[in-house]
């Protein structure tokens, strides 16, 4: 029963905090999938700041595909510009071995050396072994972005900011 009542609790509290000033910035989404594990899981529910400002190479970004009526959640691996590639196993970005998340400590398979184009991004998931990304769709278009995950927001098990 006391589990019940701190749900309802913060259940309503997220209501009256969403009505009053937080989704003139932000959006919350409920995800799907094991790409992004073990940063995020299935059911988590983020928020999302829209039109995220200036992106940085380790944020977590929401995006669409052109055709795909789903939404993708990935890490932002590299920006306009960027040579992204794998050496023996690892991620590295512009010749230095990628250090954010849970990226820089796994075995990632072999795929063609990217130079990320002007208005693009390359994206990956944080479990490589199950993400469709970049490596298979190519860098996203920036203007294909919904917005910026900035924090886990239930359940409160899960919560954390980025």
Known sequence: MKKFVLTLISIWSFMILSALFL??????????????????????VVLVRQKASRLQRGDIVLFQRNGWGILFNKRVI????????????QL?????LFQKGPLAHRKIPHFKSVIVPQGKVFV????????????AFGPIPINSIIGKADAVIWPLSHFQFF
């Open 23 to 44: 989704f003139r910035f932000y959006d919350w989404y409920v995800l799907t999938g094991p790409s992004m594990e073990p940063t995020l899981r299935s059911f988590d």
């Open 78 to 89: 590299g920006l306009p510009g960027d040579r992204v590639e794998i050496k023996k196993g």
């Open 92 to 96: 590295y970005v512009n010749g230095k």
């Open 124 to 135: 990956m998931g944080d479990n490589p072994e199950k993400s469709t990304d970049s490596r």
